[in-house]
T-cell receptor
Framework: QKEVEQNSGPLSVPEGAIASLNCTYS??????FFWYRQYSGKSPELIMS????GDKEDGRFTAQLNKASQYVSLLIRDSQPSDSATYLC????????????FGKGTMLLVSP | NAGVTQTPKFQVLKTGQSMTLQCAQD?????MYWYRQDPGMGLRLIYY???????DKGEVPNGYNVSRLNKREFSLRLESAAPSQTSVYFC????????????FGPGTRLTVL
């Protein structure tokens, strides 16, 4: 069974700090990786996608992928109170048709 | 573009009642999905439709049926609601390109008494 594991948190960081969110996955065939942000009472929204080993940066966000270790992370630099949300990791195989497997999410709290 | 829309936003049912959750997307996506989200359980896939005319079971299909009415619309039906189906239901859609990004609707909060 494909599994995606995340620490449920909450992860508490002060404003301006770097928040580091981690995710591990069990399916070695996984090739596409996504980070979604979900505010309380709202639907998930895509923040980042990553497909190759290494880092991918987009503004204050950096996704890191290590397929050998089956590990993907999201770094949020200069964290803001508005970043307080639950972050969902999702993975899928690539090629043909496949569905996303989501982790249960990590709650991030950024204090002013 | 409205993206993915869902109706209703909230619904309260009594055990045994039936209802249909509606979902529509205007992004010309081929694939559509229904998820439920429960506290501590994350998002779990109920059913999906890879393309118009096809539907497949996900992780938790029992107690649900779906209809892919056309390319835009994908409905989820509860024939005889049970308290265990109290949840938040999300519809999502994605294209068939290399990037499998899914875009979510606003959700339906369902309570079964």
């Amino acid at each position: 069974q494909k599994e995606v594991e995340q620490n449920s948190g909450p992860l508490s960081v002060p404003e301006g700090a770097i928040a580091s969110l981690n995710c591990t996955y069990s399916d070695r065939g996984s090739q596409s990786f996504f980070w979604y942000r979900q505010y309380s009472g709202k639907s998930p929204e895509l923040i980042m996608s990553i497909y190759s080993n290494g880092d991918k940066e987009d503004g204050r966000f950096t996704a890191q992928l290590n397929k050998a270790s089956q590990y993907v992370s999201l770094l949020i630099r200069d964290s803001q109170p508005s970043d307080s949300a639950t972050y969902l990791c999702a993975v899928t195989r690539r090629g043909g048709y496949s569905t996303l497997t989501f982790g249960k999410g990590t709650m991030l709290l950024v204090s002013p | 573009n409205a993206g993915v829309t869902q109706t209703p936003k909230f619904q309260v049912l009594k055990t045994g009642q039936s209802m249909t959750l509606q979902c529509a997307q205007d992004m010309n996506h081929n694939s559509m999905y229904w998820y439920r989200q429960d506290p501590g359980m994350g998002l779990r896939l109920i059913y999906y439709s890879a393309s118009e005319g096809t539907t497949d079971k996900g992780e938790v299909p029992n107690g649900y049926n779906v209809s892919r009415l056309n390319k835009r619309e994908f409905s989820l039906r509860l024939e005889s609601a049970a308290p265990s189906q109290t949840s938040v239901y999300f519809c999502a859609s994605s294209g068939t390109g290399v990037i499998d990004t899914q875009y979510f609707g606003p959700g339906t909060r369902l309570t079964v008494l």
